[in-house]
């Protein structure tokens, strides 16, 4: 019986020292002025991610921080004509593209979309990059969606979102010192609970190049009609209706992006004032994840340099 008691105890001692031998972790010092930022935003396939943010990532970059969009799978079975590698190869073209555009980085993981699970492997994997990043910032979905690729992304990187600080979960990455602010993008579903629209950012300013990711650069999910959406009649071929298309791509989603300014106008209120808030047609929202740092105005406004002076504190 004492040999079963001593074995542990000896394994239990021996994790307290290795423990032990860390350096105690200070409590890290607030953003400083002029901090170059890094955020990365994940999303399940290559356009989620471009979709959610590419307003926000576009303000970032002209202001010289760090941005980038992780497709969580290849997007092989999204299209309702093609499938496969020469249609994974195609929609990281388009990402690429559309990181040209925002002028950001972008990589997509090699995971079958529609086949992602929530896995010891995956998690690593979400965790080594927003380690490699330095994140101060990392967007994804909500785990409750109709796609399971979009749920089980959130879920992998919520999972994530303490494991980023544990010195032996994953070690050949360091650590990050400071536990990034954890945001989801937005939608629309209403069970267990509706989104709440913490940060909202009015993207006047870049819905052109908002677009040209939208319509132009990821052609094969909204010009093409994705893997569920092909258009009445199939593609068009002359001039006029291509051009007549493209229009009722974008007429769709600038109704769509104007649709969160206007819903969450009380909240571009408190961060523009109500004066800047009224005249914004377009905006991306945001929620605070509970998990990850939480930010009180004074950090988001460091975070989001978008605001200016006019809002309430």
Request: hydrophobic letters at 40%; glycine letters at 8%.
């Amino acid at each position: 019986m004492k040999t079963r008691i001593l074995a542990p105890l000896a394994l239990i001692l021996g994790i307290a020292s290795l423990a032990g031998a860390q350096a105690p972790r200070a409590t890290p010092a607030p953003i400083a002025p002029g901090t170059v930022l890094h955020i990365i935003a994940f999303g399940a396939h290559p356009d989620d991610c471009e979709l959610n943010t590419s307003g926000v990532a576009a303000k970032w970059a002209a202001l010289g921080h760090k941005f980038k969009c992780v497709s969580v799978t290849n997007g092989d079975i999204g299209h309702w004509q093609s499938a496969g590698g020469p249609l994974a190869l195609r929609r990281r073209g388009e990402s690429q593209r559309a990181a040209k555009i925002l002028g950001i980085e972008t990589e997509v993981l090699d995971n079958h979309d529609g086949e992602l699970m929530v896995t010891l492997e995956n998690r690593r994997k979400i965790a080594r990059l927003i380690r490699e990043w330095q994140a101060d910032i990392v967007i994804s979905h909500r785990p409750n969606d109709y796609h399971p690729d979009h749920r089980y992304t959130g879920v992998l990187v919520m999972d994530a979102a303490y494991m980023v600080q544990v010195p032996f979960f994953g070690p050949e990455v360091p650590p990050l010192k400071r536990n990034p602010v954890f945001l989801f993008s937005e939608d629309r579903f209403q069970k267990p609970n509706p989104f709440s629209g913490d940060i909202v950012v009015g993207i006047d300013d870049v819905i052109d190049k908002k677009m040209e990711v939208v319509v132009d650069a990821m052609a094969s999910q909204f010009y093409e009609g994705g893997c569920c959406d092909a258009p009445e009649g199939g593609l068009p071929t002359d001039a006029a209706a291509k051009e007549a298309r493209r229009k009722q791509v974008r007429d769709r989603f600038t109704a769509r992006f104007s649709a969160t300014a206007n819903k969450f106008r009380p909240r571009l209120a408190e961060w523009y004032g109500p004066e800047r808030a009224a005249g914004i047609k377009y905006a991306e929202a945001f929620e605070i994840c509970e998990y990850g740092r939480q930010p009180g105005k004074e950090e988001i406004r460091q975070l989001f340099p978008f605001f200016g002076d006019g809002a309430s504190r």
